[in-house]
């Protein structure tokens, strides 16, 4: 078997590994972060359940950490006492990024990890199966119940040579991504082997997975190997490796032969991830805005690789540089060896440790500005300035700009340093509250609900005959961004009522008002979409917003995994055109009907749409298994537990 064989199989409750068909997995670890985490622990509320049943649950606190107004504050509080009462980890705010976080303290190679962020996929560099997914489904996890997923087809990645100065593992991901794309990978997960894997080291592996998410695939997983063990014993976590590699005669899908030494340093350019190209190509644009940092590129190694690349020189004048690091870990390093007072020698901003800039939190770009990011994601208006140019480049291009104000091929610098791992970190766990009585829960605490706390709102069972309207019509590749922005909407997670106010607001701002009045006039609402809906963040506001606003079903050219997942916990249906030229035939506001449509679904998912407006038809399909017809058919994952379903 192959590496993600291997864990699968040892954590299989249901199913078969066949490539497609559905399994259900034993979940040992789960995260939250604040942004999703406060939805999710009121669905666990609601279970009724005393305390979390995993091995390790922590609730991470890095999203809303720039607290303007009162809400996110008080949703901290909350998250706060959830933990206490329930038996979670709570990581406070000023600790650092999840991933990194927990790539550090908590991962173990063979573990099972799924995580309410899409960039969870992280711990895959450590030997880990994590996966991101929706609140709802991480809430369940908690209860101890199973996860649900397609058995993944394997693509092997197999690395050769050795990386040369001043190209890195961002440079290797992104190398990836041109190859396979930010779309159609569903299903897959790519596993990295070869003799090019010891030369990198765990936070390099981590950097390829945490980004392998962009590609759409379920997970990326590399070997746990000596090189793990190194870092597991500089984290005082020794015990916790266990080595974990490909059988000789492990099979896979595919093979993708990867040089590492043939590669040069890469960007990806506006507006998706996918959009890769050399930065040779690029050279001489003019940069405005520099951030290092974010999940991707936050660690020891990263910013080391920064601030000696900066040591004794000054970015340029017209330039604005910020670095988030990713822990207090990282932080506390930098400052033993005197490389935090390099980088703030250096003219270097220093941010908060947090996603931030990442999630358009703060930094903002200025109006038309090129910005160059070692972040994940560069979606149209992420950063919180719609006409800004982002570029995701790597931490040694970041700095090669910092310092001329171009884009520049960092290999043209001079001194280009190799940074080798420490053998120990210095370890403050203070930050981690509970952590000594994790899965235990204190009965009696008191949770903390200030005004924003909301309730969960369920779905409705599905109708025999939807009769809808088109409310709206979105392009390719519309991203869980475009249909819940973050930024300044974040803080309103928490508030159902509120937060829908804004769904589409980058789209259609008028999209709240058409919704309610169609439902207000016994309409229900149908999304209709391009391919690849619903890619980027695992935020199933995305759909449970909508679903609040009584949109019905989805129908797409393709549709992303954890989005399609999230649509159906909350009782949308997910389906596709059968044929694609059918999307051209639909306007905003034709009227839709769905003929026998809770009886096609309980049959084969195949549904004649009759659009009453153009006096026309076309057939939706959506392939789901008979759990999920269960919960459609139930109006959600909530209605279908509160039925007595496991």
């Keep these: 078997m192959n590496v993600t064989e291997k864990i699968l199989s040892a954590h299989l409750v249901s199913g078969e590994l066949t490539p497609g068909s559905e399994i259900a997995i034993k979940i040992d670890q789960t995260l939250t972060q604040d942004a999703t985490g406060t939805m999710a622990y009121l669905q666990f509320e609601s279970m009724g359940i005393d305390r979390v049943k995993t091995e390790l649950s922590v609730s991470y606190v890095d999203h809303n950490t720039v ?55 992280t711990g895959g560099g450590i030997g880990m199966v994590a996966i991101g997914a929706g609140g709802l489904d991480v809430a369940v996890a908690m209860g101890g119940g199973a996860f649900y997923l397609a058995a993944p087809r394997v693509v092997n990645v197999r690395l050769t040579g050795k990386l040369r100065a001043g190209v890195s593992a961002k440079d290797v991901i992104l190398k990836v991504l041109e190859r396979y794309g930010s779309s159609g990978n569903v ?27 962009e590609l759409g695939v379920t997970t990326s997983v590399f070997p746990s190997d000596e090189v793990t063990k190194r870092f597991l014993e500089s984290q005082g976590r020794g015990e916790d490796w266990v080595e974990l590699v490909a059988d000789e005669d492990a099979k896979y899908e595919e093979v993708y032969e990867l040089d590492l030494s043939t590669l040069e ?9 996918g959009n890769v190209a050399s930065i040779a190509s690029l050279a001489g644009k003019k940069v405005n805005q520099v ?30 540089v910020g670095v988030a690091p990713g822990s207090r870990q990282v932080v506390m390093a930098l400052a033993a060896e005197g490389l935090l007072g390099e980088l703030v020698a250096s003219g270097v901003r220093i941010l908060e440790n947090a996603c931030g800039f990442c999630i358009g939190n703060h930094q903002s770009p200025g109006t038309n500005a090129v910005s160059l990011r070692t972040s994940n994601r560069n979606f149209e208006g992420r950063s919180g300035t719609k006409s800004a140019q982002v570029y995701l480049v790597s931490p040694e291009t970041a700095a090669a700009a910092a310092l001329t104000g171009y884009i520049t091929d960092p290999c043209s610098l001079d001194d280009i340093p190799e940074v080798v791992m420490p053998e120990k970190f210095e370890i403050d766990d203070s930050m981690f509250l509970y952590r000594d009585t994790a899965g235990q829960g204190v ?15 369920v779905g409705t069972p599905l109708e025999a005959e939807l009769k809808a309207k088109a409310a709206i019509k979105v392009e390719d590749k519309i991203t869980t ?46 999304i209709i979409a391009g391919d690849s809906y619903g890619q980027g963040s695992s935020r199933e506001h995305a759909a449970l917003c909508p679903m609040y606003l009584g949109v019905r079903a989805i129908i797409a050219k393709s549709i992303e995994r954890i989005h399609n997942a999230n649509l159906i916990n909350f009782g949308i249906v997910p389906f596709v055109f059968d044929d694609p030229a059918a999307y051209d035939g639909i306007d905003t506001e034709d009227e839709l009907v769905f003929e026998k449509l809770s009886e096609s679904i309980a049959a084969d998912g195949v549904v004649t749409v009759r659009n009453v407006t153009k006096g026309t038809s076309f057939v939706a399909k959506a392939s789901l298994t008979d759990r999920q017809k269960a919960i459609l058919a139930a109006g959600g994952l909530m209605r279908f537990i509160a039925g007595g379903n496991a």
């Design 67 to 121: 607290q303007v107004g009162f809400e996110n504050a008080d949703d901290h509080a909350y998250l706060q006492s959830i933990a206490k009462r329930y038996g979670i980890v709570y990581s406070r705010a000023g600790n650092g990024i999840c991933h990194q976080l927990h790539l550090e303290r908590f991962g173990k190679p063979g573990k099972t990890l799924i995580g309410s962020d899409s960039h969870t996929p």
């Design 187 to 213: 299903g897959k997960v790519m596993e990295y082997s070869g003799p090019g894997v010891a030369t990198l080291d765990v936070p390099s592996r981590a950097t390829i997975t945490n980004m392998g998410t």
């Design 291 to 320: 951030l290092i940092g974010s999940c991707t590129n936050s660690s020891y190694r990263d910013l080391k690789t920064v601030a000696l690349l900066l040591k004794g020189k000054k970015i340029h004048p017209e330039v604005s």
């Design 481 to 526: 961004d475009h249909i819940m922005p973050a930024g300044a909407r974040l803080k309103f997670r928490s508030n159902i009522p509120v937060y829908a106010k804004y769904v589409f607001e980058p789209c259609d701002p008028q999209f709240h008002d058409k919704t309610l009045a169609n439902k207000a006039a016994g309409f229900g609402n149908v």
């Design 443 to 457: 009965q009696d605490t008191e949770i903390q609900r200030g005004p924003n706390i909301g309730t969960v709102p």
């Design 265 to 273: 340093p890469m960007a990806a350019c506006p507006h998706n991830p």
